[in-house]
């Protein structure tokens, strides 16, 4: 059974998109079939995943756009109301990893955030619009069954719209990436207030005969919170930085004072003991990386995860070199705790416990 993970905050600039990357990668080095989703209209994991650095790169991208469905193309014979079912979308393998596949973005979906907060308001109305709703899951559902995946993980835009929305009460779990900032603690403070309004809509949404009915059921909610992952701060001799360290206290107190006794309250936690098995103790910090620097370039241009890039691929030599190996050693065993970590948190058992 394939396990939707969202990567949500709608505060941008936290590093969403290269997290997805490299732990998708990670997840699938470990034996898994996983499908990186992009779900932002910037399509900044389609770049990352495909290159974009060329002309010759740019000519293979509207090549592959002209030739292979995306986000946008799947949803078409819902939102466009089109005299044919979704299908799953032919996703694209990622080079250099077996088991990994791009579900491209499109600048296009942004479109339909309007006619899908209209059917999400559950008005008068939703008889023409029923099959909203339940569309996203649908496409996911069809695609993860024909690439046989293990794992789905969601891209999202930094909004609070109508296709945020549903993409994350429709997910089987999420992660909130932040960075070490006091408007990362502001967004903590926003979600504490906005995802309970979010399941409640969900809730109302699953139980509805009309939306249960229709071509494309509105699935059942099932979301669980998987921790935060503090990222992008810096380093000096071995530590973090005092002001960063001050930041990444704050943030991870707005967790557990503001956002965990929402979600546990609409149930959106998973056991305590789950938790604390995998060593994540009342913060939900999952992990903390620190800045990629250079190496984060060098990743978009070889489409390569940080950890992975090749000494031909750094181009360095010396002592320049060995300490970015290390620094990759060093991203290398972050990712793969994380992996591992993620793993056991959504494994079947795990998962049935806290349904």
């Known amino acids: 059974m394939v396990q939707k993970i969202a990567l949500f905050n709608h505060k941008g600039g936290v590093s969403k998109t290269t997290t997805t990357f490299n732990l998708g990668w990670m997840l699938a080095s470990k034996g898994n079939r996983v499908i990186l989703v992009d779900a932002d209209p910037q399509c900044n994991l389609t770049g990352m995943a495909l290159g974009e650095a060329t002309e010759d790169d740019e000519a293979r991208i509207e090549n592959i756009y002209n030739t292979t469905s995306n986000i946008k193309t799947g949803l078409a014979p819902a939102f466009e109301s089109q005299p044919r079912a979704i299908e799953a979308v032919d996703c694209i393998s990622v080079q250099g990893q077996d088991g990994l596949f791009l579900l ?25 619009l029923k099959n909203l709703p339940g569309s996203i ?18 891209d999202m835009s930094p909004s609070l719209g109508s296709i945020n929305q549903n993409l994350l009460m429709t997910s089987d779990f999420f992660l909130i990436p932040t960075t070490a900032d006091f408007f990362s603690v502001m967004a903590i403070d926003s979600l504490a207030k906005v995802l309970p309004r979010w399941c409640a809509w969900a809730k109302t949404a699953s139980s509805l005969p009309i939306l249960k009915d229709a071509a494309y059921p509105f699935p059942n909610v099932t979301l669980r919170f998987l921790g935060t992952i503090v990222q992008n701060y810096r380093i000096i001799r071995g530590k973090e930085t005092a002001a960063f360290q001050t930041w990444i206290e704050e943030v991870e107190r707005a967790v557990s004072n503001k956002l965990v006794p929402i979600l546990e309250q609409n149930k959106m936690m998973l056991p305590a003991t789950v938790y604390t098995e995998q060593g994540i103790n009342g913060n939900f910090s999952l992990t903390k990386i620190s800045n990629f620097n250079s190496l984060i370039a060098l ?13 031909e691929q750094l181009k360095q030599t010396g002592v320049v070199l060995q300490k970015n190996q290390k620094k990759q050693e060093e991203f290398r065993k972050t990712f793969s705790d994380l992996a591992d970590k993620i793993i056991a948190l959504t494994s079947t058992s795990t998962y049935a416990v806290s349904a």
């Open 104 to 128: 491209p973005g499109h600048v296009g979906f942004a479109e339909y955030e309007v006619t899908l907060g209209i059917a999400q308001e559950l008005s008068g109305s939703i008889q023409a």
């Open 137 to 154: 899951t649908d496409l996911l559902e069809k695609t993860a069954t024909k690439f046989n995946a293990n794992y789905i993980l969601i």
């Open 299 to 311: 990743s978009q241009e070889h489409r390569t995860p940080v950890y992975d890039l090749t000494p």
